[in-house]
């Protein structure tokens, strides 16, 4: 299957920095990209899809200020968590398709981001 | 609404075979996955359906009933690696995946 690569795996910062997590398709030019981010024992929670070029579709609740997303080519998308708070801590990963008829998504290893 | 429903946990013996079932109600159907999730890693893909019946792949087979909203994943010979999450989720008629929470399976010795 194609390879998607997520950077960085683990990342612990201050409370009111800002992180950047990137989402890289390595061998498939990714038409949409997916941010999903997911508590402890709980499913995925769909914060917003990016599509190459245009500006970010954020699901209800998410805030887009604070989550930052720009899909500027077809191989990378980048999740910024700005003014970042504990509450923020959580799993984030992305997942990128070819198109919107392909039907397989594929993910991202994931960010472990805990803010201290 | 959209809705995804798999049992929250199910307990399983090495060796034995286990059934986790979905049902779903989605506007619109473009195929069902099942993911396996290992705790802190992310999902990776072991099946889809899209029409009706049975999907077979080594171990782990995939059923869809279309007409029933209906899904089941099924594991032969479990082994004590195939303790994870599994999830299930269905593509909506805009292509987007909608999520069941997942099941956790926990294979005893």
């Known amino acids: 299957g194609a390879v998607v690569s997520q950077h960085p795996s683990r990342v612990i910062c201050k409370s009111g920095t800002s992180v950047k997590i990137e989402c890289r398709s390595l061998?498939?030019?990714?038409?949409?990209m997916f941010w999903y981010r997911q508590f402890p024992k709980q499913s995925l929670m769909l914060m917003a899809t990016?599509?190459?070029?245009?500006?970010?579709?954020?699901e209800q609740g998410v805030e887009k200020d604070k989550f930052l997303i720009n899909h500027a080519s077809l191989t990378l998308s980048t999740l910024t968590v700005t003014s970042a708070h504990p509450e923020d801590s959580s799993f984030y990963i992305c997942s990128a398709r070819g198109s919107q008829g392909d039907t397989e998504a594929f993910f991202g290893q994931g960010t472990r981001l805990t803010v201290v | 609404g959209q809705n995804i429903d798999q049992p929250t946990e199910m307990t399983a013996t090495e060796g034995a075979i286990v059934q986790i079932n979905c049902t779903y109600q989605t506007s619109g159907f473009n195929g069902l996955f099942w993911y396996q999730q290992h705790a802190g890693e992310a999902p990776t893909f072991l099946s889809y359906?899209?029409l009706d019946g049975l999907e077979e792949k080594g171990r782990f087979s995939s059923f869809l009933s279309r007409s029933k909203g209906y899904s089941y994943l099924l594991l032969k010979e479990l082994q004590m690696k195939d303790s994870a999450s599994y999830l299930c989720?269905?593509?909506?008629?805009?292509?987007?995946?909608?999520w069941g929470a997942g099941t956790k399976l926990i294979i005893k010795p």
């Open positions: 989720a269905v593509m909506d008629s805009n292509y987007q995946l909608i």
């Open positions: 990016s599509n190459e070029g245009s500006k970010a579709t954020y």
């Open positions: 061998d498939f030019q990714a038409t949409t």
């Open positions: 359906n899209v």
